[in-house]
């Protein structure tokens, strides 16, 4: 069942044993806090995003997308590859310190961080080489979710994980002040992760079986009503 913010609120409150000196936007604040735990702790499960990036001639840092947490993929289209990351020391090596970087279509990149000091913050990426052309760049990225409010359902209570959210939200909110109740919360957060993390929406309805002895060879079903052939 999924349930809004302020629903959330109220079952966290019975959660909490009825703290009276929880706000409404407090509550809304721990269970932001919960999501963002279980996202750092299982970011594939959540749906992957797409974006693009289009290259400008002698350009080679850009923005991620504001709500962007960890990269996926990254493919530039015109030329059909995809393009490798490149750990941060091996950019500066390979790549930073060379007294002229070369042109041309990108086939790597590095992610530097968020930079404060645009005018628009956000998470930056950095392409080893300068681009000489207008390059249509898709990526897939595993996202983090939009502060909780009161009357948005939050993605994971929508995939049937309300109680994970809201064992991760009282761990959080009960760990500077009840060391035993924040040890049961987080007892009870681990269990519900684990169920998380095993979620498989695409999980086929049937098994697949071997033939003739043939361990190498897996045979699968026509349907689950059809024997194997």
Known sequence: MSLTGTQLST???TYMHEDILL?????????TLGQERIVRDAPTILAKKEAT??????????SLASDFYKMHAIWLQANGWKLF???AAEFIETVERIPTI????????TILGYDTTLGTP????????????????EYWYHYMPAAITGSA??????MGFTELLLWASVMIALQPKDPEGHAQAAANYERNLEKFMSYRPMAPDYTPTLRGGDAARTRF?????????
Do not use: C, W
């Open 85 to 87: 990351p490149i750990p």
């Open 11 to 13: 079952l966290f409150t």
């Open 221 to 229: 079903p026509l349907g689950p009503h059809y024997p194997n052939v």
């Open 102 to 109: 070369p042109s041309g279509p990108p086939t790597g990149y």
């Open 23 to 31: 706000t409404t936007q407090g509550k809304l604040d721990y269970l």
């Open 53 to 62: 990036i289009t290259t400008v001639a002698s350009t080679q840092e850009y």
């Open 153 to 158: 359902t939050p993605a994971i209570s929508a």
């Open 122 to 137: 956000a998470m930056r990426l950095r392409f080893n080489y300068n681009p000489d052309a207008a390059y249509s760049i």
